[in-house]
Nanobody, 120 residues
Framework: QVQLVESGGGLVQPGGSLRLSCVAS????????MGWYRQAPGRKRELVAV???????DYADSVKGRSTISRDNAKNTVYLQMNSLIPEDTAVYYC??????????????WGQGTQVTVSS
């Protein structure tokens, strides 16, 4: 089993910054991708940013230029630095990891989510 634990959410004023962190632990052979999704009330869960072990990074258009995803592979940790936050960034942010538990099997895992609220 694999667990993802997020931290770093909270209330921030428009224009402010937040850094989200997510640590993966458990039966990990390798982590093939890590990233962040978000879900606002009444909306579908959407990709924010993802980083693959091959070095590819993708961002949602809505956060490009304002957010940076990074990974510390030694710590099985992914970060999301968000700047110039706007109220539309308000959502529950979920950590995502595509984890190989052996050479033959990989599974998607999700964290429990951390609330980010952008409001004055």
């Amino acid at each position: 089993q694999v667990q993802l634990v997020e931290s770093g959410g909270g209330l921030v004023q428009p224009g402010g910054s937040l850094r989200l962190s997510c640590v993966a632990s458990g039966s990990i052979f390798s982590i093939n991708a890590m990233g962040w999704y978000r879900q606002a009330p009444g909306r579908k869960r959407e990709l924010v940013a993802v980083n693959t072990s091959g070095g590819r990074t993708d961002y949602a258009d809505s956060v490009k230029g304002r957010s940076t995803i990074s990974r510390d592979n030694a710590k099985n940790t992914v970060y999301l630095q968000m700047n110039s936050l706007i109220p539309e960034d308000t959502a529950v942010y979920y950590c995502y990891a595509l984890v190989a538990t052996s050479r033959d099997y990989e599974y998607p895992y999700w964290g429990q989510g951390t609330q980010v609220t952008v409001s004055s």
